[in-house]
């Protein structure tokens, strides 16, 4: 355990930070998986909603920025080959 004032606030806040990270990380493979798991016909519809789950993901820093590009492309093309 720390002893030093500014390095316990320090652990206080990387844990409320990793539990928040944690909880987008979790909705965005949520996202994915309703995705992946929803008829062909649908697909079209459920992109969007997965992407701008990506999205956020990368607005709250919790995602690089290149890491939801790739993500995208991959649900893109599964889109494109279900039609």
Not at 11 to 33: C, M, P, Q, Y
Request: aromatic letters at 2%; hydrophobic letters at 40%.
């Amino acid at each position: 355990m720390a002893n030093i004032k500014s390095a316990k606030k320090r652990i206080r806040t990387s844990e409320k930070a990793r539990l928040r990270n944690k909880a987008v990380r979790t909705g965005v493979k949520t996202a994915i998986r309703k995705f992946t798991e929803t008829p062909v016909a649908d697909r079209s519809a459920a992109l969007s909603g997965t992407v701008s789950a990506v999205d956020k993901a990368v607005s709250k820093g919790v995602l690089h920025a290149n890491t939801a590009a790739r993500r995208k492309s991959r649900l893109a093309r599964i889109s494109q080959a279900a039609k």
